[in-house]
Structures are given as C-alpha cells and as structure tokens.
C-alpha cells in the first residue's frame, strides 16, 4: 500500500487507530458480528454497512446496526459484549506497516496524537499490545468527547493537547466519518486504505 501524503511541512500528526495504525477493522467485524447475534441478529452482519460507519462511537455503532435491523437492544450491554469479544480476539491484529513506518519517521521530531472513536481503556490496550503507546503526546478517545466523528472535536482536542494548530496537523484515517470530521477541523487528511 503506497500512502499519498503531501509535502507540508506540518507541526503536529493525528492517527486514528483502528484501520489506520493497526489492522484491527476484521477483527472489530467478527466482534460485533458475534455480539449483535446475542442479540437476536439473525444473518452475518453487513459489511459494506459495517466498515461505513468506521470511526464511530462503540455505543453509536450499537444504536445504529440495531436500527438498521430492526432490534431492539440495551446499546451500553452490546457495548461491553462486543469490546470483551474484541479484546480477546485483539492478540489477532497487525501492524499497517506504511502507517506505523511513517509514526516511527516523525514522533522523534514532530507531536503526534491518536484520535479514536474507541473507548479509552481499549484503545490504551491496543497500543500496549501493538507496542505503539511511547510514539504519542496525546490520546483521545471517545471518552474524551461529546461528540464523536464525523464532529471536528477529538481532532480539535488532539491539536490543543499538543499545543499545534489545527490547520498545522495531518491526519491519518481510514473510514469517511473520521475524514469529514478532520476536514471539519480544517486538517489534511491522508486516506489510508482499511480494506485490502
């Protein structure tokens, strides 16, 4: 995968996680996919609707697969289910090397921050076990705002908890939500690819 990133240069970088830095969008798919079958869901789980909501928040995403199939779900008990499911699988997930290469590249020089619809105790432990959580200055989750992607905000916080401007960071991101809300940030965005 080549990524195309332009020549800035830039003060500060923001990386979502999940289909970003590590290839862990599969793995979040047989998650909820297992999860929502708890629930009643009785076919496999879409996956072109499914990756489209990428970025999302967990208990958004929960809300919305049960509205699109007609279910009718506790969205904070589907939460837990899926985010035990998917800590368990999480020893399954890779690197997305051209991401991590370029991390690796800049955080000896420049801020860098993660920026993820993921709750704050999942995502600590999918840096831990990429080995990826010294490279960042900030970390902002979903327990870290209001509102989530596509809102600007966990960019917006990213960029003031590095003490960059906005308008100087990059983003890197995988899903439509996440790159509408760093557009919304007046941010550039790199796309990276989360389906190979």
């Known amino acids: ?30 998650a909820w996919d297992a999860a929502m079958h708890q629930f009643g869901l009785n076919q496999p789980l879409d996956p072109d609707f499914f990756y489209s909501m990428g970025g999302v928040p967990t ?34 997930v890779q690197h997305i090397e051209p991401t991590v290469a370029f991390l690796k590249r800049v955080a000896a020089s ?10 704050r105790d999942v995502v600590n432990h999918s840096l831990r076990l990429a080995g990826l959580g010294g490279y960042f200055r900030a970390i902002v989750t979903a327990d870290d705002v209001v509102h989530g992607k596509p809102s600007p905000d966990m960019f917006l916080l990213a960029a003031s908890i590095m003490h960059v401007p906005a308008a100087q960071c990059l983003v890197f991101e995988d899903a439509e939500p996440g790159m509408r809300g760093a557009r ?13």
Do not use: N, W
Not at 3 to 28: C, E, K, N, Q, R
Not at 111 to 119: I, R, W
């Open 59 to 92: 208990v958004r995403v929960a809300e919305l697969i049960a509205q699109h199939y007609g279910l009718t779900v506790d969205p904070m008990e589907v939460f837990h289910i899926k985010e035990r499911l998917f800590v368990e699988m999480l020893g399954q």
């Open 110 to 119: 420049t801020p860098c921050a993660v920026a993820s619809g993921g709750p």
């Open 1 to 30: 995968m080549q990524l195309d990133i332009p020549s800035g240069p830039f003060a500060g970088y923001i990386f979502d996680l999940d289909g970003t830095l590590i290839d862990s969008m599969p793995v979040h798919y047989r």
């Open 184 to 196: 919304a940030a007046g941010m550039q965005v790199v796309h990276v690819p989360s389906r190979r």
